[in-house]
């Protein structure tokens, strides 16, 4: 499936309404409220003040996306020139395209992102992650910003996600850490992360790929913190790393049987260099539930398969894993962990598999519902958009709907009704086939 961009369903809504019209500007915009072109007047009907509240939206440079009400002196047919309200325009060195309509572009965004939200199922993104390995105690890289990791201490340096080919192995993301500092460092804490006190007196086996900036400025440290508080213990791993090339960095260690704290670190070493992580792992102990990756916020998962390829010395660093093995019957569950806090959903497997396969889960999750401007994307296109676009309008009706005259009240109630009752008979036809159910139904969400 491909992706529509935010000014093709723009268009799209505001021609269904009858509502768009685009032009170009016949002189480049001044640092003025003026917005010249003589185009316009083949719409104005040769009359005076026509476009008064209507709203523009200017597509520039120096104005990009720019909205503003227009009226602040009545429109000029003759000249064809609007008059916006607010501030000056900035100065653009070329025509630009614009688009005039009676209800603002920032509604019309408002009212597709809010459509986008509600039409899961009949409109959804599908999702196919491959994050989650058997064993595994560590979470995976579920980013709540991007330079902020769930679970994960940032460093003092600066933490950035990398979606980029070349700059990720085998996962979806990588981090990205910029040291501050000597060691500076992407830490899992168990203050923060409790499961890691499970490990307790536990051989553990501690693996993550690494491309660093500087040849041997990357290692895996383990602090352990004695049941008094003060003594720690460090082990740091000695695998030797090539700069720029990627590394799988290793570090076995039995743990001691009475702690306080442990904390795994992913350091480099030098100030200012820096090292792309990829997501670690950390195995040893029977592992039967696992946090969710965040491709399945307010999603559904539908299946899980194991992998059935094993060619590396642990099958999940596979280049290309295959899953036509075994597919396991598992269910999400909502819970805390011990210290209270965030809740989470979980993957709750039941079962001690053998490490270090990967596990595909397959399912769908709303669309993103994240436009912000013309460029920005959504997760469908075809007939899909066809789909949403009713709903879009319902939504649009409303916002708009506000308190006007008990006649405008009445146009807008249709409007939402019209949109309401499309959208219930296309989604027969044009919803989104979803991925077939094999789970622990009683857990499944």
Known sequence: ??????????????????????????????????????????????QNGSFNNWYILIDGVTNAEVVRRL?????????????????????????????LTKYSFTDYLRAINKAARTVCPNLHQKVNNR?????????????????????????????????????????????KVTGSGAN???????????????????????????????????????IETENDGVTTNTNTSTTTCAAGQWTLLELDRTLDSDLTRIQIQLRVNTTTKYAIWGEPRLTGIPVYE????????????????????????????????????????????????LDGGTEYNFLSIGNDYVDNYRLELVGYAPLSNALTGLTSTIE???????????????ELAKIIKGTPSSQDTAVFTQMQY????????????????????????????
């Open 1 to 46: 499936m491909g992706t529509t961009t935010g000014l093709t369903l723009f268009q799209r809504l505001s021609q269904d309404l009858g509502d768009y019209i685009s032009f170009a500007t016949t002189t480049p915009i001044a640092a003025t409220k003026l917005v010249v072109s003589t185009t316009l007047n083949e719409h104005d009907w040769g």
């Open 71 to 99: 009226g602040s002196t009545a429109y000029v047919s003759s000249s064809g020139t609007l008059y916006v309200y607010g501030a000056n325009l900035q100065v653009e060195a070329a025509n630009k395209t614009c688009y």
């Open 131 to 175: 994050q989650l390995i058997t064993g595994n105690l560590m979470p995976c890289f579920n980013w709540l910003t991007t330079a902020t990791l769930a679970h994960y201490t940032s460093p003092a340096g600066t933490l950035l996600k990398i979606a980029t080919a070349g700059s990720t192995l085998n996962g979806k993301t990588s981090a």
């Open 380 to 394: 469908i296109d075809g007939k899909e958009v066809e789909l949403l676009l009713p709903k879009a309008k319902a």
């Open 290 to 337: 696992y946090i969710l990756p965040d491709d399945f916020d307010d999603g559904v998962v539908s299946q899980v398969r194991m992998q059935s390829s094993s060619l590396a010395d642990d099958p999940c660093d596979d280049m290309n894993p295959r899953f036509g093995g075994t597919t396991i019957y598992p269910r999400v569950i909502s819970r805390y962990f």
């Open 184 to 222: 500076d460092k992407l830490e899992l804490d168990s203050n923060n992360y409790p499961p890691l006190l499970d490990c307790m007196g536990q051989a553990i086996e501690v693996r993550v790929w690494v491309q660093a900036e500087v040849a041997n400025d990357a290692d895996i440290t383990i």
């Open 418 to 445: 019209e949109g309401e009752l499309e959208y219930e008979r296309l989604k027969r036809t044009l919803g989104m086939a979803r991925p077939t159910i094999k789970m622990n139904i009683r857990g499944a969400r």
